[in-house]
């Protein structure tokens, strides 16, 4: 599989090329439109802010000499998440994933502790990916805050995402993150691959994205706040290098 770049043609602003453009997408295989998913996802989020809190952690990215490269990923902290309990808390815990799935099936979906009764939790809890050298170039790193429910499932709380190719390779220590969280709204694609519903490719990458991409039109038809007032970080900010 080689490095996806996005055809520039596709992009556009003016309502009469977006139905072209759509038409340009519908004809696109799969795994293209799930790789340009994550890809523009990544990328178009860099300066925006919801309000939904951020995640402290140090990454880092070390290639070995049998074409496999090992994810650090040590996850610090959340701060300023978003109440979603009667009590004014939340239950967060976080998920981290190494997508696209058709690219890093090995790479299972790793997840933190719950923490109680917090909108300031604290982790330092320590995960590693062993993915392909290869495909570095069109990954990406998913963090997923949840609110935990006893009862009903899981309350979704917003996302963070980083390409592998942002991050600092052999080095001999990790890297401070600081990373805001979204709550994406569906996309051309996502709403494409919906629709191709005798694929199983298309259908595994709705089942992993359907929580968050659904997320805020939940949250509008129970009448809940999408967001809170709040940090002015941007997606990613990189503080130095620590141990």
């Not at 038409?23 to 439109?33: A, H, K, P």
């Not at 190719?165 to 709550?183: F, I, Y």
């Not at 038809?221 to 900010?237: H, I, M, N, R, Y």
């Amino acid at each position: 599989m080689h490095c996806y770049r996005p055809n520039n043609h596709l992009v556009r602003n003016t309502p009469q090329i977006k139905v072209v453009d759509t038409m340009d997408l519908q004809r696109m295989d799969t795994t293209e439109l799930i790789i340009r998913h994550y890809k523009e996802q990544s990328e178009e989020r860099g300066e925006r802010s919801t309000g939904a809190g951020v995640i402290d952690l140090k990454l880092s990215l070390k290639e070995r000499r049998d074409g496999k490269a090992i994810l650090f990923a040590k996850l610090l902290g959340a701060r300023e998440l978003i109440a979603l309990d009667t009590n004014g808390k939340s239950d967060p815990f976080i998920q981290l994933q190494v997508v696209p799935h058709h690219l890093f099936p090995d790479c299972e979906l790793k997840q933190s502790t719950v923490k109680k009764s917090t909108l300031e939790p604290i982790y330092n809890e320590m995960f590693e990916f062993i993915i392909p050298q290869d495909q570095i170039c069109n990954g990406v790193l998913v963090l997923t805050v949840f609110d935990y429910d006893f009862i009903s499932s899981n309350d979704f709380e917003g996302e963070a995402m980083v390409r592998l190719t942002d991050l600092p390779r052999n080095s001999e220590q990790h890297v401070k993150w600081t990373m805001a969280l979204h709550r994406p709204k569906q996309d051309s694609i996502y709403k494409i691959l919906a629709g191709r519903v005798n694929d199983k490719v298309a259908a595994k990458f709705v089942e992993i994205r359907r929580k968050a991409m659904e997320a805020e039109e939940f949250m509008m038809a129970e009448g809940e706040p999408c967001s809170t007032t709040g940090s002015k970080v941007s997606l990613v900010q990189k503080h130095g290098s620590e141990s």
